[in-house]
């Protein structure tokens, strides 16, 4: 029976070391809110092609149709110079949303109404003719790339700057 005891003492001395443990952050927790989110009324069903969620928590839907905001409560449709489909979406570290879709490809630095990007096709000497659609974006500590079915395009970004697009033949 004494054997039983120390067996339920050490058991239970565990336990409070594993939770206070816990409690003080020694252990990695994490806690995960995972909602649902539906597209309303007022916007089409997915397929998305793209999603990103910018430093200030927005998160952006890429569609058929162009480009979608979810604030958190509701979604909005934001109106595009490039009709038609987005299928790129990043979200660069230093800020703003780059945004592809069929030989297009912008930068806005600020989502803010009237939206006003950065055309990187007209930064390039033969322009974005022939690219194919904008799919993939990734970055690193010193440019991001977006790439397309025939093209790769690389800019550097500093906060605050405007980005210097440059091809990057694949």
């Given at each position: 029976?004494?054997?039983?005891?120390?067996?339920?003492?050490?058991?239970?001395?565990?336990?409070?070391?594993l939770a206070g443990a816990a409690e003080v952050g020694v252990l990695p927790t994490k806690t995960w809110d995972v909602r649902q989110l539906q597209a309303d009324q007022a916007h089409p069903d997915p397929p998305f092609y793209s999603l990103a969620q910018t430093k200030e928590?927005?998160?952006?839907?890429?569609?058929?149709?162009?480009?979608?905001?979810?604030?958190?409560?509701?979604?909005?449709?934001?109106?595009?110079?490039?009709?038609?489909?987005?299928t790129l979406l990043g979200a660069p570290r230093s800020g703003g949303l780059v945004v592809g879709g069929p030989e297009f490809l912008m930068f806005f630095a600020q989502m803010t109404m009237p939206l006003q990007g950065q055309d990187l096709g007209r930064e390039?000497?033969?322009?974005?003719?022939?690219?194919?659609?904008?799919?993939?974006?990734?970055?690193?500590?010193?440019?991001?790339?977006?790439r397309s079915n025939f093209l790769l395009v690389c800019a550097a970004v500093h906060q605050g700057d405007a980005c210097r697009a440059q091809p990057r033949h694949r």
């Open positions: 029976m004494t054997m039983f005891r120390v067996f339920f003492a050490i058991s239970g001395l565990w336990l409070c070391a928590g927005l998160i952006y839907a890429g569609d058929r149709y162009g480009l979608l905001e979810f604030d958190g409560r509701q979604w909005r449709r934001l109106p595009l110079d490039s009709p038609g489909a987005v390039l000497a033969d322009g974005l003719h022939g690219s194919g659609e904008f799919w993939e974006f990734a970055e690193d500590h010193e440019q991001w790339c977006a």
